[in-house]
T-cell receptor, first 114, second 112 residues
């Protein structure tokens, strides 16, 4: 069974630009969550989508947005990039049938903002 | 809200030494608890989980027991290998929400 895939793996952007990251979940998984990982703040939850609906949202500004398609693939978008947005962005998928269904992570997209 | 506290690293051990990485949590209700491992340049891999009090999760020689009375989920391994060198994250997941709350991570360095 294929794992979670994320594209692209690496991105370099400049301040003020916008970026779109993509995540394909494990087949059959309907929940996709996004996390930001930085050396200073650690791993922080961005948002979660289930059946094309955002169910949970973390404490990030409105520049961070996402969506999910009918095939469960998800994208996240960051507009007006700032230097502090440089991070590893991780996507995770889950069956989300029960509260203890584990999340499986992709390799991440490393975003560098110059 | 929920929080997870891990011991600061790095933890430096010789091969075949005993490993303990402490993890405590605060939560409303009874969360599920997880240990994830991250190797350099990679995403997170689920190492083990426990979904209720007194559950023991185990995988690849690693173990952790869900202790409700001490709100802890300490990771242990009897004999570490060089290949275990990585960053270990403790995490909690509350009922009904797909939002993992992570500890700060503990770097483990194992020397031959």
């Amino acid at each position: 069974k294929a794992g979670v895939t994320q594209t692209p793996r690496y991105l370099i952007k400049t301040r003020g630009q916008q970026v779109t990251l993509s995540c394909s979940p494990i087949s059959g998984h309907r929940s996709v969550s996004w996390y930001q990982q930085t050396p200073g703040q650690g791993l922080q939850f961005l948002f979660e989508y289930f059946s094309e609906t955002q169910r949970n949202k973390g404490n990030f500004p409105g520049r961070f947005s996402g969506r999910q398609f009918s095939n469960s693939r998800s994208e996240m978008n960051v507009s007006t990039l700032e230097l502090g947005d440089s991070a590893l962005y991780l996507c995770a998928s889950s069956l989300a049938v029960n509260s203890y269904n584990e999340q499986f992570f992709g390799p991440g997209t490393r975003l560098t903002v110059l | 809200g929920n929080s997870v506290t891990q011991m600061e690293g790095p933890v430096t051990l010789s091969e075949e030494a005993f490993l303990t990485i402490n993890c405590t949590y605060t939560a409303t209700g009874y969360p599920s608890l997880f240990w994830y491992v991250q190797y350099p340049g990679e995403g997170l891999q689920l190492l083990l989980k426990a979904t209720k009090a007194d559950d023991k999760g185990s995988n690849k020689g690693f173990e952790a027991t869900y202790r409700k009375e001490t709100t802890s989920f300490h990771l242990e391994k009897g004999s570490v290998q060089v290949s275990d060198s990585a960053v270990y994250f403790c995490a909690s997941l509350n009922t009904g929400f797909q939002k993992l709350v992570f500890g700060t991570g503990t770097r483990l360095l194992v020397s031959p």
